[in-house]
Structure formats: C-alpha cells, structure tokens
C-alpha cells in the first residue's frame, strides 16, 4: 500500500502543472499518467498560442518539458491508470489497474476527455483501418489518398488543416451550415484548395470490409443519400469527460463534467478538478495549465490547514474549509 499526502490522476497541461505546483511546495505529488502520458496534447502537432514560444512548439515537446520540469522538483509518475476511487471517507483510497491501492490525504482530477465516435454501421469494425480520431497519429498513412473529416470545430479543422499535408483532397463533413470554428482556423482553411465543405450532411455508415472504401452520407435538408469515396475518415465531433472513476461521488452536470465551485473545487472537501474534466467551454492548454496551478495551491491549503487543525486543534483563519 502507497500513502501520500497528495494524488494527482492524469497529466497533460493540467496535470502536469499541478505536479509542479505541489512538488514545490514540497508536497511529493504522485501522479498517475494514465496510458497516454501528456494527455491530448500528445496527439497535437503545432501549438500557436501556449503563452513563451514565438515560433510555436510541437505538443508532444511541449509535454516533455513540462514533465521534467516537474521532476526536478521531485514529482514522482506511475504510468498506470486509477480504476476506482473511494471517496466515501478521508483518507480517500484509490485502486490502480495493478491492483495496487493507494491512500491519499487529497486527489486531485485531470483525466481530461476522450474523443466521441459516430457510433454508425460498421465504423468500430474500421477503427484503425481508415477510421480514426488522430490526424498527428495516422495522417500519414494517407498520403497521396482523399480522406474526410467529420465536424465542425477548432479539433476538425486543424485535422483537416493537418492530413493537407499528406492527402490529395481533404472532404469536412458538418451537420450545419456553417463552421463552429474560430474565424482564424475556418480562414485557413476556406483559403486551402485542398479542403472542400459538405454542409448539413450526417454520415450514415462507413462502407468497406477490411479497410475503408467510402462514406454513405445523408443530406439532412434535402435528404439524399451519397456515397464518398474516401480512403479516410478522421471524426472530430468532441469529447467526453473522463469522470467514470468518480460516478456516484461528486457532482458532474449533464454532460458528465466535474461540477467545480472557486474554479476547481469539487463537491466532495479535499478533491478538486483541473483541465478538460471540468472545463466545457474554454478546452484549451494555457486554461488547462492555469486550473492545474489553482489546483495545487488550493489542495496545498487544504492540506496545511488540516495539519494545522489536526495537531493543534485550532481553526486556520482565512480559510473556508
């Protein structure tokens, strides 16, 4: 059995930077990176606007140096993933995918989200064979093909933006009629002639047995039906909230997310939320990062304070606990 102070579940931007915070304030974090180790971001190529890097970063560098700037200050990371967590009583418990438990004083929550799928005919069976939610990942194996991608955001524009480099003819596939995307990222890519727009248009099923061979579409105003042959799909429809572990313990709304109250605490006293678990509407790295600091030094607090209340049996003034 482990017992710390201070547990830390995921990493990426939020996670990390909570591991920084913490281990400075020599708190020891232990952080679960999960199975992807640096979140999202690892699955990013160009990031423009993380605040100090004029001429940009690639994301899994970005990681990097997060990561061992967190380490320097003693921070240590197990790549294993929490399977349960126990916050009926303090400390709390939480069990690892090698069975291995764990006692904490105070969690601290940055699973981030995971990619949605269409969830049409046939697109499970063609996971990984010409359907995918990674264009960093597999954009490559396109070259020289016509690939689609399905959405309307920032993510499904910067794929599309990205498999340009490698695809003959990028199709983006929207629902509506428009782009939900930022003016900066549907500027690019209106001004790209290797993207063209298909709008009000919903995929219907993936078409092919071993690999992909096209799309069956719907026209969702004048209702027909065409098939695109494409040897690619990538889908980026969003995101849902890696909050399973937490179900039934603290408060999420409707879309799953961690409800947070003072930026990132939670319902449950001495458990907050940074990053993509609680963040719905901003999702980006530098928002990330700065709910992971608010993280540690709250839990910081948290934790003195306990302390303080545990051994001298007095109340620490300036803090609602």
Request: overall charge negative; charged content about 20%.
């Amino acid at each position: 059995m482990i017992k710390k102070q201070l547990v830390i579940v995921g990493s990426g931007p939020a996670g990390y930077t909570a591991a920084l915070y913490a281990a400075r304030a020599q708190l020891a974090p232990l952080v679960f990176e999960g199975s992807q180790a640096g979140g999202q971001l690892m699955l990013t190529t160009e990031v423009e606007n993380y605040p100090g890097f004029p001429d940009s970063i690639l994301g899994p560098d970005l990681m990097e140096a997060m990561r061992k700037q967190t380490q320097r200050f003693g921070a240590q990371f197990q790549t294993s993933n929490i399977t349960q967590i126990d916050l009926s009583k303090r400390p709390f418990t939480l069990t690892s995918d090698e069975n291995e438990t764990i006692k904490a004083q105070a969690v601290i929550m940055a699973t981030g989200a995971s990619a949605k799928w269409l969830g049409v005919p046939n697109e499970a069976n063609l996971a990984g064979r010409g359907v995918s939610t990674c264009a960093t990942c597999d954009g490559f194996f396109f070259r020289d093909l016509e690939v689609a991608v399905v959405g309307g955001g920032d993510s499904a524009i910067e794929e599309a933006l990205f498999l340009t480099r490698f695809a003959t003819h990028v199709y983006v596939i929207h629902r509506r009629d428009s782009l939900r995307a930022s003016k900066i990222m549907v500027a690019r890519a209106e001004a790209n002639d290797k993207i063209s727009f298909t709008w009000n248009t919903t995929v219907t099923e993936m078409v092919g047995d071993d690999k992909l061979q096209g799309l069956r579409t719907k026209n969702l105003v004048t209702g027909q039906e065409t098939l695109l042959p494409v040897q690619g799909c990538f889908v980026a429809i969003g995101h849902t909230p890696n909050t399973e572990v937490l179900k039934g313990q603290v408060d999420v709304d409707h879309h799953g997310y961690v409800v947070t109250h003072n930026s990132v605490r939670s319902s449950v006293r001495g458990l907050w939320a940074c990053g993509d678990v609680q963040d719905r509407i901003w999702r980006q790295a530098v928002t990330a990062a700065g709910s992971g600091c608010m993280a540690a030094m709250d839990a910081e607090r948290y934790l003195e304070h306990e302390d303080y209340t545990l051994n001298r049996r007095e109340p620490l003034e300036g803090l609602d606990w």
